[in-house]
T-cell receptor, first 113, second 110 residues
Framework: DAGVIQSPRHEVTEMGQEVTLRCKPI?????LFWYRQTMMRGLELLIY????????DSGMPEDRFSAKMPNASFSTLKIQPSEPRDSAVYFC???????????FGQGTRLTVV | RKEVEQDPGPFNVPEGATVAFNCTYS??????FFWYRQDCRKEPKLLMS???SGNEDGRFTAQLNRASQYISLLIRDSKLSDSATYLC???????????FGKGTRLSVIA
């Protein structure tokens, strides 16, 4: 199994630009999570899906953030417009269901200048 | 009380030492517990699940104390390669997915 695949691995963008992060979960996993990690705040859960349906997006910091899961094998996290304080590592993770351990992608390191 | 609380460390130990970390959790209904390991600039990876009866995997032993609401991780005969951040993870089944602690940093020194 290829594991959770995220793209791009690194993204540098200018303030105000739209940024789209992509994730392919492990085949057969029903739950998908988007996390953000910074030195100051640690690992924060932004949003999660179960069977492609968003369950809880209360961790999304602002309306500038949105996430979709159009099918079982693909999800996107979009930031529009991006700001320097959005700079962080964004991880996607998937699990069999909400009760089981999650497996993480390698992350997207986002820098907004 | 924070949902999942860990001593951030760093724990600096010599090679061969035994080191233990504790992690406290706030919700007595929590049902699943895990330890993850995260290397610098890498993603978190599952180290081991924590069962009610405790479990052991080589040099690593994980234990659960429901009465006092904490889990522990014991590492025996520390190796340089054990240097990482260890994340305590708690899952309140069916309601809140994995809640991560902020991690405990371990540095094993030659």
């Amino acid at each position: 199994d290829a594991g959770v695949i995220q793209s791009p691995r690194h993204e540098v963008t200018e303030m105000g630009q739209e940024v789209t992060l992509r994730c392919k979960p492990i085949s057969g996993h029903n739950s998908l999570f988007w996390y953000r990690q910074t030195m100051m705040r640690g690992l924060e859960l932004l949003i999660y899906f179960n069977n492609n349906v968003p369950i809880d997006d209360s961790g999304m910091p602002e309306d500038r953030f949105s996430a979709k899961m159009p099918n079982a094998s693909f999800s996107t996290l979009k930031i529009q417009p991006s700001e320097p304080r959005d700079s962080a590592v964004y991880f996607c993770a998937s699990s069999l269901n909400l009760n089981t351990e999650a497996f993480f992608g390698q992350g997207t390191r986002l820098t907004v200048v | 009380r924070k949902e999942v609380e860990q001593d951030p460390g760093p724990f600096n130990v010599p090679e061969g030492a035994t080191v233990a970390f504790n992690c406290t959790y706030s919700n007595s209904a929590s049902q699943s517990f895990f330890w993850y390991r995260q290397d610098c600039r890498k993603e978190p990876k599952l180290l081991m699940s924590v069962y009610s009866s405790g479990n052991e995997d080589g040099r690593f032993t994980a234990q659960l104390n429901r009465a006092s609401q904490y889990i522990s991780l014991l590492i025996r005969d520390s190796k340089l390669s054990d240097s990482a951040t260890y994340l305590c993870v708690v899952n309140l089944a069916g309601r809140i997915p994995l809640v991560f602690g902020k991690g405990t940093r371990l540095s094993v020194i030659a």
